[in-house]
């Protein structure tokens, strides 16, 4: 009997098995990026909006001279509880690379800072103002460069 012909056979059937499955490994990898970094951008964009919605009511608290003082420090005091930024953070430290997390750490000192200098008295034009401003925007800044440097590396 020639065995030549079922070997063959068995052999093409074994490779097409193979290549079916190496085909669809990648496409399944490829799609599980896709999904983590869709999940991680929707991630990154919730807490960058919580972050800056918080500062937005520090400066406005800042600013707002027509509401009394306490009420003023209360809405700074309270704007990261308000705007769920602890949370978010805490959601981004399960999934989020070393790096990302330290800097989402660190944007929330430099908030403290920008809050506890409103609470004290600072407003809009004093020079502790502009420094803790400054901070903040540069811990912004270094945030977001980490953030879109890990979606990146998700293509």
Partial sequence: MDWAAPVSALIGGG???VSGWTVERGRWKREERRHERD????????YLAAVLSAR???WHASRWHELPR???IAMARDA???FQVYPVRHRISLVAPTDVDE???QIIKRL????????EGATDGDAEFERVLHAFNDARQKLRDRMRADLDALR
């Fill in 15 to 17: 490779i097409a098995v």
């Fill in 39 to 46: 999940r991680r951008t929707t991630l990154y964009a919730d």
């Fill in 56 to 58: 937005e009511q520090m």
């Fill in 70 to 72: 306490d009420e003023r």
């Fill in 80 to 82: 990261l509880r308000d």
């Fill in 103 to 105: 800097s989402a750490y």
């Fill in 112 to 119: 403290t800072d920008y809050r506890d200098a409103v609470v």
